[in-house]
């Protein structure tokens, strides 16, 4: 089964700054996908970037972008002159083979004005 | 287009009684999936359809059941519900259950209270 990682509970970065979330995963399949998703308090998710496997150009979208890390399964988001509008809850996700969406625990991200 | 949609947004129900909540995907989105999102268990899968047919099914229950209607709208029902069901239930859809490639959208959620 694939697991999704997320060690960090919690971070604070300040408004315009630059924020890394990590996140792991393990899997035994050689296509699959990954996602950020956003959780702010309406509780509404929302798709913030997606990778795919077999791609080894890191995707970005406007401030955000991840380093997609194969080898070493790792899957973090960079979130470039943070915003205020970016404080949520984020969340790793892997699809794999099953479709369903795994997963991880997620980072709550608080931008300080 | 308009996004998914789910109803109601917000329930409340006793320990013992049923439930049913209803999903609309994105127009022209054939695949719905039904996730639970507690603070202890966190995002859970529990059902796909595809074309009225279940494909893919999470560890939970029987008590947790769901059908997907021929214009791809779906409901999940969950009967003798208890007090560890109360949850943010959450939809998604995507245009196709074809592989891996399809992104999914999810909807507002319901929010779920059993006392």
């Known amino acids: 089964a694939q697991t999704v990682t997320q060690s960090q509970p919690e971070m604070s970065v300040q408004e315009a700054e630059t924020v890394t979330l990590s996140c792991t995963y393990d899997?035994?399949?050689?296509?699959?996908?990954l996602f950020w998703y956003k959780q702010p308090p309406s509780r509404q998710m929302i798709l913030v970037i997606r990778?795919?496997?077999?791609?080894?150009q890191n995707a970005t979208e406007n401030r955000f972008s991840v380093n997609f890390q194969k080898a070493a399964k790792s899957f973090s988001l960079k979130i470039s002159d943070s915003q205020l509008g970016d404080t949520a809850m984020y969340f790793c996700?892997?699809?794999?083979?099953?479709?369903?969406?795994?997963f991880g625990s997620g980072t709550q991200l608080t931008v300080l004005p | 287009k308009a996004g998914v949609t789910q109803t109601p947004r917000y329930l409340i129900k006793t320990r013992g009684q049923q439930v049913t909540l209803s999903c609309s995907p994105i127009s022209g989105h054939r695949s719905v999936s039904w996730y639970q999102q507690t603070p202890g268990q966190g995002l859970q899968f529990l059902f796909e359809?595809?074309?009225?047919?279940?494909?893919n099914k999470g560890n939970f229950p029987g008590r947790f059941s769901g059908r997907q209607f021929s214009n791809s709208r779906s409901e999940m029902n969950v009967s003798t519900l208890e007090l560890g069901d109360s949850a943010l239930y959450l939809c998604?859809?995507?245009?196709?259950?074809?592989?891996?490639?399809?992104?999914?959208?999810f909807g507002p959620g319901t929010r779920l209270l059993v006392l």
């Open positions: 996700a892997y699809s794999g083979s099953a479709r369903q969406l795994t």
């Open positions: 998604a859809s995507s245009l196709s259950a074809s592989g891996t490639k399809e992104t999914q959208y």
């Open positions: 899997t035994s399949e050689s296509n699959y996908y």
């Open positions: 359809y595809f074309s009225e047919t279940q494909r």
């Open positions: 990778q795919e496997a077999y791609k080894q």
